[in-house]
Nanobody, 125 residues
Framework: QVQLVESGGGSVQTGGSLRLSCAAS????????MAWFRQAPGKEREGVAA???????AYKDSEKGRFTISQDNTKNTLFLQMNRLKPEDSAMYYC???????????????????WGQGIQVTVSS
């Protein structure tokens, strides 16, 4: 049974940084692509960053230059380094994975069948 577990969330002030991690287990082989999504209260879930096994990445336009997605395939772990955080980055952040053969780093939630429980990120002004 596959499982995704996020960690590293919390509360920071504007301008601060956080590094989210997502530990993937039960996958053989490791997922072909993984992504980070977020959802704020009253808003739709949106793709923040995605990465394919070949290293292809994609970012939400507003997060380019502030967020960096990376992965450690040997440990099946996904990371999201978030810098210069803003109050509007506050949301529940979710890790998602797709183990089907597709290296395209999509930011579309419907393309990811596996999801973690989410972790809260709060940025105060």
């Amino acid at each position: 049974q596959v499982q995704l577990v996020e960690s590293g969330g919390g509360s920071v002030q504007t301008g601060g940084s956080l590094r989210l991690s997502c530990a993937a287990s039960g996958y053989t082989p490791s997922p072909y692509r993984m992504a980070w999504f977020r959802q704020a209260p009253g808003k739709e879930r949106e793709g923040v960053a995605a990465i394919g096994r070949t290293g292809m990445t994609a970012y939400k336009d507003s997060e380019k230059g502030r967020f960096t997605i990376s992965q450690d395939n040997t440990k099946n772990t996904l990371f999201l380094q978030m810098n210069r955080l803003k109050p509007e980055d506050s949301a529940m952040y979710y890790c998602a994975a797709d183990s089907r053969y597709n290296n395209y780093a999509s930011l579309q939630a419907l393309e990811y069948p596996d999801w973690g429980q989410g972790i809260q990120v709060t940025v105060s002004s």
